[in-house]
């Protein structure tokens, strides 16, 4: 190789020599700094991201209610229509509103259903009121029927490079050192800078992109959220709900029904400062303390919420730009994740040399994936 005069370019180097993976630093912060990255991982996504626009199918449960969509069903009725699709099928149980329940003989374009009586007093109905789907009744040596096809939404998000470059003068990266901070340390330093702001697009990024640009922002839980299952997102009311501890109660339990309501997993509570500190002047109704101290601050930190699912973890973001001041979020951890691009996970690379000057790269690319937007939930309007 011929000798090369001048600017020292990274052009001429092998790119193992030059990027040095420092994807995997994450595991010596303390979870407190990084409790979402810490908790989420990627084994939720099914292959690789190879594309700057990741894509998937929502998992969701076949539902189990539909509405009436006749102006009026006779008690003797034999035939009915329902709102959706995708809900009954030959051989289900069906229970209306007063308790009579009938037994579906056929299904025709989804939505007609062919009915008997089964038990119960015969009972009409109107246009609007619920049917709900109790039991299977399939008799002995029936053929199976066809699947019921649940309706899916095919989803996506973008990936979003966070980067930032580490300046040195000559004579410092001879010195490996800036002030009393050590080259390696400065990168971390870095590093530790985008994580906190990959933490916070976690949370609320917008799903955007701009072709001319090519720039693209991925979608936060909160984006996922409002644009999938918007009735997910309850109102706290403001400051004067904190006045009543049944009030609290009442909007946290609103929360978690909206998860139990689609089959989801105990979520985690993800929750700011001001929150927390409010919430725990209720722990003796709903907060299981953890009596172990916490030797640093000398006292108890309340560690869980006490639901009608049981207990959930209660997590607090250690966040700076004050936007978990008014929101409060419930996560099936099970079911969302971050990954980073195909070979573009933390790393940092030596940039080429301009004048006496060097500067150091630090950069990722990653995205988001929530496999179910139902199963997650958050309040605001927090009034704190």
Known sequence: ????????????????????????????????????????????FNSEVKSHKYEWTERDLRPVVAKVA???????????????????????????????????????????????????????MVLGETVK?????SPQGKDADDMVIVGTEDLYNYT???????????????ALIHGDEKQAQLITRKQK??????????????????????????????????????????????????????????????AVEKIADKMGNKPTIYIGFKAMRKLKNYTKAIINEDRRSDKARGTALPQKYLSQLGELDIVQLRERTG???????????????????????WSTEELAKNGDSYKWQVLGEYTFKLATPKVHSYIYNLGL
């Open 193 to 254: 800078e985008l994580m906190e702001v990959l933490q916070s697009t976690l949370l609320l990024g917008q799903r955007a992109k701009n072709n001319e640009e090519q720039r693209y922002t991925m979608g936060g839980l909160k984006y996922f959220i409002d644009t999938y299952a918007p009735a997910n997102a309850i109102d706290f009311g403001g400051s004067a709900t904190w006045t009543s501890e049944a009030n609290v109660i009442e909007k946290f339990d609103d």
């Open 323 to 345: 936007a978990m001041d008014d929101l409060i979020f419930f996560l099936d951890e099970e079911s969302a994740g971050y990954k980073a691009y195909r070979n573009r996970g």
């Open 133 to 137: 789907r109790i039991g299977v009744a």
């Open 1 to 44: 190789m011929s000798t090369i005069y001048g600017q020292q370019t990274t052009l001429a180097a092998r790119e193992d020599n030059l990027r040095i993976n420092i994807e995997s630093a994450i595991k010596s912060y303390p979870d407190w700094q990084f409790p979402l990255l810490k908790r989420l991982n990627s084994s939720i």
């Open 70 to 124: 006749s102006a009026t069903v006779a008690a003797d009725a034999t035939s009915m229509y329902v709102d959706t699709a995708g809900v009954f099928n030959v051989d289900d149980v069906l229970q209306k509103p007063d308790g009579e329940q009938v037994i579906v003989t056929a299904v025709a374009g989804g939505t007609l259903l062919t009915i008997k009586h089964w038990s119960g007093t015969p009972e009409s």
């Open 160 to 174: 979003q490079i966070f980067e930032d470059v580490v300046h040195l003068s000559g004579s410092q990266r001879e």
